[in-house]
């Protein structure tokens, strides 16, 4: 059963004094009035002024009279994401709200060392994040979609509304007669966030009524799967070394090494294969029998090789050098 607003604000423990990551929509809206009744004097609010758009002052003014009001400390940073290349504008205004927060929690360092920082997503935004990890074919980890909690840069974060339903927040917060900002991109079903909430999950809610529910239990299955996937790569990585060596990873089986690879390639080397790629190393790895077969593939924002015996990981501008030094023309990668 998705829990009540009352419920979740019930159980919602955090490490006191809170900071409220407050945009002005409903939701945060409604999260900071129920945290400011609750812990009088113990809450701050952050707000991140994007500059994306036209309303963005408009956030900022009801922020500011909303805080005023309520006699919640706001502290309010500008950042600019518009310029973060390679990501989609949400995700570029995520990272940088995420960057803003700690930056902001450690400005209050003097006032008032901050323990936890709530986000208010709600159950329809863990079903929307959900499909679209589905959407992009993701794996366990993504599939987990967001934690309720997690600890970061030495805070403690939480998101206590999470298995409430975006309604329930709206209707608690209506029923305290309370005002919000609309974000007017909330309307433009040019963002696929946007075609999901207004579109999948009313024929969602046809079919399924427990969906909210029965999605978030499998988001659990799938953090968890994640956590015992990460806990076997790192066991797995030990074993095969670093770079791996492959008559080691030829003792595993394709699936662990898979799993193993993806992890060395992110853990070491900051880059996440396609599943394609990672295929067709792994069909390289089986047809290494002999020590002189040849391997070079690109992987991820690089290139793998075999390196004696081993899996070596470069960067095109550094395997151009290698090649140039050896005295040979680069060759091409199979792909
Ligand atoms: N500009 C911002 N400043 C501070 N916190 C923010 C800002 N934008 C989002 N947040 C926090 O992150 C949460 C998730 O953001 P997102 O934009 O996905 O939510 P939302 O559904 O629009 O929520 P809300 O109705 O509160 O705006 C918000 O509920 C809020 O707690």
């Known amino acids: 059963m998705t829990q009540s607003f009352d419920a979740a604000m019930h159980a919602f423990a955090p490490r006191l004094p809170l900071a409220v990551g407050l945009s002005g929509g409903a939701d945060s809206t409604a999260l900071l009035l129920a945290c400011a009744g609750r812990w009088p004097g113990q809450v ?21 009279a909303l805080c005023a009001r309520l006699q919640v400390p706001l502290s309010v940073r500008r950042v600019d994401a518009r310029h973060a290349s390679g990501q989609s504008p949400e995700d570029a205004a995520r990272q940088a709200r995420y960057k803003a927060f700690e930056a902001l929690a450690l400005d209050n360092q003097a006032r008032a060392a901050i323990g936890t920082i709530a986000l208010a997503q709600h159950a329809d935004d863990q079903v929307e994040t959900l499909l679209l990890a589905l959407s992009r074919g ?37 029923q305290q007669g309370e005002h919000w900002v609309e974000d007017p991109t909330n309307a433009d079903e040019r963002y696929t966030r946007n075609r999901i909430r207004r579109r999948l999950l009313p024929a969602l809610q046809q079919a399924f009524p427990h969906f909210r529910d029965t999605f978030a239990r499998s988001c659990a299955h799938a953090a968890q799967a994640s956590e015992l996937l990460q806990e076997l790569a790192r066991a797995d990585l030990a074993a095969v070394g670093q770079p791996p060596r492959i008559a080691a990873l030829r003792l595993l089986s394709r699936a662990r090494q898979a799993n193993v690879l993806r992890h060395w390639l ?10 394609a790629q990672l295929d067709a190393l792994l069909d390289q790895i089986a047809a290494c029998a002999t020590r002189g ?3 070079h593939l690109k992987v991820g924002s690089g290139h793998v090789v075999r390196e004696a015996g081993a899996l070596g990981w470069y960067n095109r501008p550094v395997l151009d050098l290698i090649s140039a030094r050896d005295g040979g023309a680069p060759k091409q990668p199979s792909q």
């Open 44 to 64: 701050h609010a952050f707000h991140v002024h994007h500059g994306l758009q036209a309303a963005a002052d408009g956030f900022e003014q009801h922020c500011v």
């Open 138 to 174: 993701a794996g366990v980890a993504g599939l987990a979609a967001m934690p309720a909690q997690w600890e970061r840069g030495g805070l403690h974060w939480s998101r206590p509304l999470l298995r409430v339903a975006g309604a329930d927040v709206r209707a608690w917060l209506q």
């Open 266 to 275: 992110r853990s070491a080397h900051g880059t996440t294969p396609a599943s």
């Open 293 to 295: 077969h040849r391997i």
